[in-house]
């Protein structure tokens, strides 16, 4: 019901925009996260946006470098990611909440299936 796309190779310093794409149902009600996981490692927050788009959360790690938009209209969140470094290489996921602008990845019901991102040194 969630779809990630967008991701890929990039050189540090280069901009990707990663698209999560809904089917099935509206998200238009839910607060929708990206979170992203690397090898080894656990799955981490990075950004929120509550279901109306007026208020954003962003992980210390990508704030300033990393802006999550949604278009209720197409039900589809974005993340536009600039200024990548080799440390945010991971398979990034977007999820839908109920809750507001929360945290945790387990506060989200819905997730995608996820898209690489891979950043180059």
């Known amino acids: 019901q969630l779809q990630a796309s967008g991701g890929g190779l990039v050189q540090a310093g280069g901009s990707l925009r990663l698209s999560c794409a809904a089917s099935g149902r509206t998200f238009s009600s839910y607060d929708m996260g990206w979170f992203r996981q690397a090898p080894g490692k656990e799955r981490e927050f990075v950004a929120t946006?509550?279901?109306?788009?007026?208020?954003?959360v962003y992980a210390d790690s990508v704030k300033g470098r990393f802006t999550i938009s949604r278009d209720n209209a197409k039900n589809t969140v974005y993340l536009q990611m600039n200024s990548l470094k080799p440390e945010d290489t991971a398979v990034y996921y977007c999820a839908a909440s109920i809750g507001t602008l929360v945290l945790s990845l387990y506060d989200y019901e819905y997730w995608g299936q996820g898209t690489q991102v891979t950043v180059s040194s």
């Open positions: 946006i509550s279901w109306k788009g007026y208020s954003t």
